[in-house]
């Protein structure tokens, strides 16, 4: 505590000991057994009883002790107005003491200030319920009432009754009212933040503990990348030109809740207040819970600096924003400091809500910070790292801090590769959950594709590979509003090598690679589409990834007249697939078998459109030829891939066709053959339902008999 604090909390216990003591002859004067005797000599004073445990309760203790009040005092006419002046003059102290500080705050009346003192009269003064019971002459009255304040203080107002005269509004003071008990008779207590308040003690009212969740960081004092700054300036005007309104409530409009955060503490630290994090989801529904709440809350903002950070980042827009729900409820009923983290503008942000936009550094930001960590050790990585990921301050800080300690675990130096990785770790977490990851094995060499197929594939990777010089370099991320995301759609019959692609992308870029079946997503429900495509594009929003949307016909329907409202909404549904697509960081994929049902109109917002042919019979000897891995012993097989060449499957095809002939052969404890490769390719034609030539599928060699390994005991 300074030297200031300490002067004026003795100069708040002067106050509080000179306003008891008015107090107390008030309700001597009041009673009507207070015969005036002369004072007798008083006893020698014994030393007050100290807590041991608890040291700073002893002031306490002496000063209930030394001010005991003493029935048998005479009173004379002129020890009420000295009193009284001896309170006012306390009163006057600057700053005021904590009452008077109240009393401003909250514009209580003379007579609500007394009344206020009264109840808290009953808990600073061990004797106060004595005195009461007399004042009331009666006994079973130990307590203060609105009835005894009118007959006890000069200057009575009835409206102090009124819910809405501060006392009550506020909840400054508790009634206790059972049954058919009469207002003004009911027994009054101080509320107990209020009386800590009086005492000098100003924190956070306890019962707002609950519905308040530590930040998921905490910023220091170092200045944020210049764009998030500039969020922080526009806040900060928005708050500082109220001319004495409410202050607006501010909307953090974005997808990265830790960027929103970082610039939430960052306004909170410029305008020297104390900011708390609210999750939109505990507020309670209850009506009367929630006004209580609310009020709280606005009586703590003015009691103390605080701001709250209201986080509805992760609320349901459908059910839960709008003019009754329980933010708006709560915003409309309170006053105050807010921030509401959100990912679009909602509805229910306030009569006087704004938006600032927070959006994660900028590609040119985040190569900055990633220099700044690695000082110049890899001269290279920053700017690959930043054209790939799209990761906020404090992810870079956490992902070369991993990196480091891997390294000096294995006694090595960090290297690109390494925190390349650390990257692509970091954004799995969120998608693992919403889609399928797929292991990428196939390369360059495994997939059999036209040259001029290949050479489209090719351009897509050396796309994302010199993203950083076109968009940013050459400037076209300036010029550009939308389109920067890099997108393409396979299209061709199942099997013919579009998963295949995808993998070999994949693998040349070094990234994760996720299957989204898009028949999956498609929701029959108005606005849930839209909603899963919003989660799984925002998880993927670090980047390092390649979003592989199968089954796109199922979402993509050939575009007609709109003859009804579910015809509108499905194009709404590809229009906001198309468009977060097109913001995205990383590539996205769409695959389909029936590109003629795509209309012409969503092609031309696709960058690029690769259509997988059936394999000719030069392709599928190619195929064939590749088809096993190395470690399968083929040296008596006796392969003539001319003749498979001639079966008219697909790639996918072919590969189921040599999986099932290795388990054929591993049956019969033999190896791969041509008799076991036709006999899994004539199954793999009937479970296509389709018909084939019999003289292809036959073999001079005979087959050999199959039989069932049984184990043996």
């Keep these: 505590m300074s030297e200031d604090q300490q002067l004026w909390q003795d100069h708040n216990e002067l106050y509080l000991h000179e306003a008891l003591s008015w107090l107390r002859l008030r309700l001597r004067q009041m009673a009507p057994n207070s015969a005036p005797l002369v004072q007798p000599t008083p006893p020698a004073a014994q030393p007050p009883h100290t807590n041991q445990l608890f040291p700073f309760l002893n002031q306490a203790v002496v000063q209930t002790t030394t001010t005991e009040p003493d029935q048998d005092r005479l009173f004379t006419s002129n020890d009420e107005p000295l009193a009284r002046a001896n309170m006012d003059q306390a009163a006057a102290s600057d700053p005021p003491p904590a009452l008077i500080l109240l009393a401003q705050h909250f514009g209580l009346s003379t007579f609500e200030q007394e009344v206020l003192l009264l109840c808290a ?42 819910p809405k005269r501060p006392l009550r509004f506020w909840q400054l003071i508790e009634i206790n009212q059972p049954g058919a008990t009469p207002l003004t008779t009911s027994p009054l207590c101080i509320d107990e933040r209020i009386l800590n308040y009086i005492k000098g003690l100003n924190y956070l009212d306890d019962r707002m503990m609950p519905f308040l969740a530590p930040f998921d960081l905490h910023h220091t004092q170092q200045a944020l990348p210049s764009s998030q700054e500039t969020a922080v300036g526009l806040a900060a005007r928005h708050w500082q030109t109220t001319n004495g309104g409410p202050f607006p409530t501010i909307q953090l409009l974005g997808i990265d809740s830790l960027s929103k ?29 929630l006004e209580s709440l609310a009020r709280i809350w606005q009586r703590e903002s003015v009691l103390l600096p605080i701001g709250l950070f209201i986080d509805a980042q992760d609320i349901d827009d459908t059910t839960q924003s709008g003019q009754f729900s329980p933010v708006n409820r709560f915003l409309a009923q309170s006053q105050g ?3 509401l983290s959100t990912r679009e503008v909602r509805a229910d942000g306030g009569a006087t809500a704004v938006a600032v936009e927070v959006n994660k550094p900028t590609p040119l930001e985040q190569r ?8 110049n050790e890899l001269p290279e990585s920053p700017a690959k790292l930043a054209v790939q990921f799209n990761l906020n301050a404090v992810t870079i800080q956490q992902i070369t801090h991993f990196a480091n300690s891997e390294a000096q675990a294995a006694q090595e130096e960090v290297t690109h590769k390494r925190l390349w990785n650390a990257c692509l770790i970091n954004t799995r977490p969120r998608l693992d959950m919403l889609a399928q990851r797929i292991e990428p094995k196939a390369t360059w060499d495994h997939i059999i594709l036209p040259d001029p197929l290949r050479t489209l594939l090719e351009q897509m990777v050396a796309q994302v590979h010199h993203r950083n010089i076109v968009y940013d370099q050459w400037g076209f991320r300036a010029r550009l509003s939308r389109g920067l995301g890099i997108n393409a759609l396979f299209a061709g019959e199942s099997g013919t090598g579009k998963t295949m692609a995808a993998e070999v992308i994949a693998n040349a870029l070094q990234l994760n690679l996720y299957r989204i079946d898009l028949s999956a997503v498609v929701s029959k429900y108005i606005g849930e589409t839209e909603k899963n495509l919003r989660r799984l594009f925002d998880a993927a929003e670090d980047g390092g990834v390649i979003l592989f949307f199968d089954e796109a016909d199922s979402l993509f329907g050939k575009r007609s007249e709109v003859k009804d409202s579910h015809d509108r909404y499905a194009n709404i549904q590809v229009n906001y697939l198309l468009q977060r697509m097109e913001a995205f960081v990383g590539l996205a994929i769409l695959a389909t078998n029936l590109k003629g049902a795509i209309d012409h109109a969503f092609k031309r917002r696709l960058r690029f459109i690769v259509n997988f042919p059936f394999p000719t019979p030069q392709q599928r000897q190619a195929i064939w030829e590749r088809i096993f891995p190395k470690e399968t ?32 052969a591993a049956q019969a404890n033999g190896a791969v053959s041509m008799p076991l490769i036709l006999e899994a390719a004539r199954q793999e034609f009937r479970k ?15 087959l050999p008999k199959l039989t069932a390994q049984v184990p043996t005991e």
Excluded: C
Aim: overall charge negative.
């Design 261 to 289: 955060q970082l610039v939430a503490q960052r306004l909170a630290n410029l305008l020297n207040i104390s900011l708390y994090r609210l999750p939109a989801e505990v507020l309670p529904t209850e009506m009367s819970q």
């Design 121 to 162: 009269a009953m808990e600073l003064d061990a004797h106060m319920p004595k005195l009461i019971a007399q004042a009331q002459d009666d006994a079973q009255k130990p307590h203060p009432t609105f009835a005894l304040a009118m007959m006890l203080f000069d200057d009575p107002r009835w409206d102090v009754l009124s």
């Design 337 to 339: 400091l807010f921030l």
């Design 368 to 375: 900055q910070l990633w220099e700044a960590i690695l000082r």
């Design 633 to 664: 012993d083929l040296s008596k097989a006796g392969l003539d891939f001319a003749h498979l060449s001639r079966l008219n499957l697909t790639g996918g095809s072919i590969q189921n066709v040599a999986l099932n002939a290795a388990f054929l």
């Design 688 to 702: 296509l339902e389709r018909p084939v030539r019999e003289a292809d599928l036959r073999w001079e060699t005979s």
